[in-house]
């Protein structure tokens, strides 16, 4: 893009200062509020004029994209508060394995149950829930 405006901008530039140049005529100015009459060169004129119209470009450019610097603002900050939450639950899923770790070689160093031990368990009788709401022990639940 660089390129671009570098291509078109310096001969159209170069056109324009030609153009002032060769006009070195004089010109008087009026500005109209201030009653106040000025006389120079047409070619310091233009040129003046010129650069005018560029620093107020720009400053109106800059000022359209207030909003869309404010969003960045905004976003940089959302995703500086996102980032330090992602680091903590990192850190929590960390130990979160540890822990697993730590359980599973529990689990290996106690002794597996016999096929008998599942075969009771399985056919164990499990305490009924009384249907009127109460516990065995005569508490409401």
């Known amino acids: 893009m660089g390129f671009i ?7 159209l ?5 030609v153009f002032a140049f060769v006009n070195n005529d004089m010109a008087t100015f009026n500005l109209w509020p201030f009653y ?13 004029l010129l650069a005018l119209g560029f620093i107020l470009g720009n400053f ?7 909003p869309v610097r404010s969003a960045l603002r905004q976003q940089k900050k959302q995703c500086r508060k996102l980032s330090k939450e992602q680091l903590k639950l990192v850190k929590e899923v960390e130990d979160l394995h540890e ?43």
Not at 5 to 11: D, E, F
Not at 13 to 17: F, K
Not at 37 to 44: C, F, K, R
């Open 5 to 11: 405006k570098m291509l078109i901008g310096l001969p």
């Open 13 to 17: 530039l170069v056109v324009i200062l």
């Open 99 to 141: 822990n697993l770790n730590s359980l599973k070689e529990l689990e290996a160093k106690m002794p597996k149950p016999t096929f008998r031990e599942k075969l009771a368990r399985f056919f164990k009788r499990k305490p009924k829930e009384p249907a009127n709401g109460t516990t065995n022990d005569g508490g409401v639940i």
């Open 60 to 66: 109106f450019s800059w000022l359209s994209y207030a």
């Open 36 to 48: 106040i009459e000025i006389t120079v060169s047409l070619s310091v004129a233009i040129v003046f």
